[in-house]
């Protein structure tokens, strides 16, 4: 491991002054120690954040929930307000990882993890994420973790997060602090950046820049899930998942709200999907016009080929969940 130097942040002013001259933040560690000890990532400053008071659960003044940072996933999936009244999200968070990491990670890292793209993690091969204008190995190599929504001719990785599918499919926002003290609110739709030409950068975070929540809105009437297909039961990575919600009103879907895993550099949403289904009763047929619409520009690259009908079948199945008596 390249040695660096480490700081612990006594407050988030501190801590952003200090990402803009170049230091990389630590809360959990259980993606950046990875990182270092291949030298993917070599930092030559820590400051650990982990420390903060941004780890409250907190209501908001409309009735939604305010997730700090520094919330820990196993806390978060176990909190009564979540199981209620954001069940997904329990479900996601539980999906991911071992217990032991997930008593470790944090909310805001979880958010930033990086993807786990074989050739990311391979030092040996080109990779545009781990340099940019190296190249991409993954296109033409072995694909099947690879996306077949948003990616580009530089990059193919899939985001790993399951907690950030289910926070894409309940619209939450993630407040960000900046290095000049501003505080800004924005959705994971706007904070993940899909890779195009620079698939380094994948979100809008600024140096110094500091997630200190997510933010999730007022619960509403209906069901959700999550449900996430994977090589084996526990710790592995999504080769699919879904995210759903659906609020019903006199036997019409009358709000749909999904989002899907494994599939695309950041959690995907696909508003075509969800207006497919919304204003019609359920049923087999309606199900699988919603699932060709979602995969209607889908873009497969050899060994991922599988993740189309794998994607249809899961969606359906979610579905026919959620809207059953």
Not at 34 to 61: A, C, N, Q, W, Y
Not at 135 to 156: D, K, M, N, P
Not at 193 to 206: C, F, Q
């Amino acid at each position: 491991m390249t040695p660096f130097d480490y700081t612990r942040a006594s407050s988030p002013a501190e801590a952003s002054r200090l990402g803009r001259e170049g230091a990389t933040f630590i809360a959990g560690g259980t993606n950046l120690l990875d990182l270092m000890k291949l030298e993917i990532m070599t930092p030559d400053r820590l400051v650990d954040i982990s420390r903060l008071e941004l780890d409250g659960i907190d209501r908001t003044g409309d009735g939604g929930l305010r997730i700090g940072a520094m919330v820990r996933n196993s806390d978060l999936a176990a909190d009564a307000i979540v199981r209620k009244h954001y069940p997904m999200l329990a479900k996601a968070l539980l999906a991911g990882a071992s217990g032991q990491l997930r008593n470790k990670a944090t909310t805001g890292g979880n958010l930033l993890q990086r993807t786990r793209c074989y050739y990311f993690y391979d030092t040996a091969m080109p990779c545009n994420k781990r340099e940019p204008g190296s190249g991409c190995q993954a296109i033409g190599g072995v694909t099947r973790l690879h996306a077949i929504f948003g990616a580009s001719e530089h990059c193919i990785a899939t985001h790993p997060s399951d907690m950030a599918v289910a926070l894409r499919a309940l619209d939450a926002r993630v407040e960000i602090e900046g290095a000049d003290g501003a505080v800004r609110n924005v959705g994971l739709d706007e904070f993940y950046r899909l890779p195009g030409d620079t698939p380094h950068i994948e979100s809008i975070l600024a140096p110094g820049d500091l997630i200190t929540s997510v933010i999730l809105p007022p619960p509403e009437e209906g069901r959700q899930t999550y449900r996430k297909v994977r090589d084996r039961a526990s710790y592995a990575f999504a080769l699919v998942s879904v995210a759903g919600r659906i609020r019903m009103e006199g036997g019409r879907i009358a709000r749909a709200g999904f989002a899907f895993g494994g599939v695309a550099p950041r959690p995907w949403r696909d508003r075509d999907f969800e207006a497919t289904l919304e204003g019609n009763e359920p049923s087999p047929a309606l199900f699988e016009r919603a699932a060709d619409a979602l995969v209607a520009n889908a873009s497969t690259h050899g060994d991922n080929a599988f993740k189309v009908p794998l994607l249809k079948r899961t969606a359906q199945a979610v579905l026919t969940e959620l809207t059953e008596s």
